[in-house]
């Protein structure tokens, strides 16, 4: 089993996109566009909740509410690396 790097913030930095920083000090990219169109994340749509990203307690995700979230996996192997 691998174990991924666990988050350490999550920032909002447009309408769609994420800077996510793990505990190994590197950053990634990750844009929620093609998540939006699952009915789980259209409320995504609305950059003011969009805005409101959180990290789960010991950072295995990142959330919005209880019905939406995004796991460590998912941003670490599809997020764009930051040099």
Do not use: C
């Amino acid at each position: 089993m691998v174990n991924y790097p666990r988050i350490e913030s999550a920032t909002a930095i447009d309408d769609h996109t994420l800077v996510i920083e793990f505990n190994n000090k590197q950053q990634k990219k990750y844009d929620i566009t093609p998540l939006l169109k699952k009915k789980m994340f259209s409320p995504l749509r609305n950059i003011v909740l969009f805005k409101t990203v959180q990290v789960e307690r010991g950072g295995y995700a990142i959330f919005w509410n209880d019905k939406i979230d995004i796991s460590e996996y998912e941003l670490w192997t599809h997020g764009q690396t930051i040099p």
